[in-house]
T-cell receptor, first 113, second 115 residues
Framework: DGGITQSPKYLFRKEGQNVTLSCEQN?????MYWYRQDPGQGLRLIYY???????QKGDIAEGYSVSREKKESFPLTVTSAQKNPTAFYLC????????????FGPGTRLTVL | AQSVTQLDSQVPVFEEAPVELRCNYS??????LFWYVQYPNQGLQLLLK??????LVKGINGFEAEFNKSQTSFHLRKPSVHISDTAEYFC?????????????FGTGTRLTIIP
């Protein structure tokens, strides 16, 4: 089955630690996105990548980093510089040429202890 | 830049009653419009989308939405809701030009179905 996987589902980390969230897709989509979701604030774009080896900052990139070495993978690192990292993180992908919607993964809930 | 307003953060509705979830947007360029649904602790699933053509679009689970360009609205409707429709609903827009596929989301409307 084609789709987007995110791992782990739940993640706990101590303050001051970096942590990497995984996002993999087998839909052969060029574009991938990372969103952060907080209650009452909808989804906010962290980073996006329209092609391998290229990515752009979204609206709230501070304290986050990404890489796009393979078309299928777009990992997100939450660094210790992110002041309030506890949130639900969603990864999405899109077939740019199809003018299609974004497809979302199941999400990772990160809690900083 | 685009913005999306979902005025109702929470909407309680009795089972089998109709519902309308409101979405208004602002944009200086033409846009595509989307409604997504999110069940607890899950990702988002597309309900329906408007790209062009008929302004009334039908989606999954019996939902439909009407694009009104003059009022810059894209309200979501269902004539009779079920318990399983309890979820959060997000309206989103993106410019129509290729190369700018970023979605702008509203803050969401939590739909609660009362038995």
């Amino acid at each position: 089955d084609g789709g987007i996987t995110q791992s782990p589902k739940y993640l706990f980390r101590k303050e001051g630690q970096n942590v990497t969230l995984s996002c993999e897709q087998n839909l052969n989509h060029d574009a991938m996105y990372w969103y952060r979701q907080d209650p009452g604030q909808g989804l906010r774009l962290i980073y996006y990548s329209q092609i391998v080896n290229d990515f752009q900052k979204g609206d709230i990139a501070e304290g986050y980093s990404v890489s796009r070495e393979k078309k299928e993978s777009f990992p997100l690192t939450v660094t210790s510089a992110q002041k309030n990292p506890t949130a639900f993180y969603l990864c999405a992908s899109q077939d740019r040429e199809a003018y299609n919607e974004q497809f979302f993964g199941p999400g990772t809930r990160l809690t900083v202890l | 830049a685009q913005s999306v307003t979902q005025l109702d953060s929470q909407v309680p509705v009795f089972e089998e009653a109709p519902v309308e979830l409101r979405c208004n947007y602002s944009s200086s360029v033409s846009v595509y419009l989307f409604w997504y649904v999110q069940y607890p602790n899950q990702g988002l699933q597309l309900l329906l989308k408007y790209l062009s053509g008929s302004t009334l679009v039908k989606g999954i689970n019996g939902f439909e939405a009407e694009f009104n360009k003059s009022q810059t609205s894209f309200h979501l409707r269902k004539p009779s809701v079920h318990i399983s429709d309890t979820a959060e609903y997000f309206c989103a827009v993106r410019p129509t030009n290729f190369g700018n596929e970023k979605l702008t989301f509203g803050t969401g409307t939590r739909l609660t179905i009362i038995p």
